[in-house]
Antibody, heavy 122, light 111 residues
Framework: QLQLQESGPGLVKPSETLSLTCTVSGGSISSSSYYWGWIRQPPGKGLEWIGS???????YYNPSLKSRVTISVDTSKNQFSLKLSSVTAADTAVYYCARRIISYVNDAFDIWGQGTMVTVSS | QSVLTQPPSASGTPGQRVTISCSGSSSNIGSNYVYWYQQLPGTAPKLLIY???QRPSGVPDRFSGSKSGTSASLAISGLRSEDEADYYC????????????FGGGTKLTVL
């Protein structure tokens, strides 16, 4: 059973860079059938897609965050990572990593990590 | 402000049928599939409906999705107490360089 697990600091200072890693277990991140993505949820609010990456390194980002976001993949460690620069309090959220299927019949975010809370505060 | 519009709340009694709406535009729902996610309190979202009306294995047939024009709906029949959760719609948006958009979520209360 494939599982995703987010990890990283729970507290980041304003103007600094938020860094998170998602470790994939029970399956290979190098499969051609999936994209891997980051989605966040501010406290009490809805979901916001941040961006996604293919195992080859191909990425696409939310235009509203694109100037501050970098997503990378390390296939040797079966991990992908998120960096969000110049953070403010508005970036405080639960950050989820998720798998997105690429197939003829389905292309949903079907497996999600449990999420990790990141607070931006001095 | 979410790109897709959902009512903030919905409610029903056990056994009832409830529907949750999701309104978008021609660049998202109007031209792409709709997905629905269920988020139980304190947990990660779970895929409920994909490609407008398809259920992943394990999702009860009490849950159904539909789409018409730039709007979509999630229907839950035979409402149960364990259905009390937040529900989110999602779609791909073709504007700009393309990106995934979500609704603001609907909190379903089982009375």
């Amino acid at each position: 059973q494939l599982q995703l697990q987010e990890s990283g600091p729970g507290l980041v200072k304003p103007s600094e860079t938020l860094s998170l890693t998602c470790t994939v277990s029970g399956g290979s991140i190098s499969s051609s059938s999936y994209y891997w993505g980051w989605i966040r949820q501010p406290p009490g609010k809805g979901l916001e897609w941040i961006g996604s990456i293919y195992y080859s390194g191909s990425t696409y980002y939310n235009p509203s965050l694109k100037s501050r976001v970098t997503i990378s993949v390390d296939t040797s460690k079966n991990q992908f990572s998120l960096k969000l620069s110049s953070v403010t309090a508005a970036d405080t959220a639960v950050y989820y990593c998720a798998r997105r299927i690429i197939s003829y019949v389905n292309d949903a975010f079907d497996i999600w990590g449990q999420g990790t809370m990141v607070t931006v505060s001095s | 402000q979410s790109v897709l519009t959902q009512p903030p709340s919905a409610s029903g009694t056990p056994g009832q049928r409830v529907t949750i709406s999701c309104s978008g535009s021609s660049s998202n729902i109007g031209s792409n599939y709709v997905y629905w996610y269920q988020q139980l309190p304190g947990t990660a979202p779970k895929l409920l409906i994909y490609r407008n009306n398809q259920r992943p294995s394990g999702v009860p047939d009490r849950f159904s999705g539909s789409k018409s024009g730039t709007s979509a709906s999630l229907a839950i029949s035979g409402l149960r107490s364990e259905d009390e959760a937040d529900y989110y719609c999602a779609a791909w948006d073709d504007s700009l360089s393309g990106f995934w958009v979500f609704g603001g979520g609907t909190k379903l209360t089982v009375l």
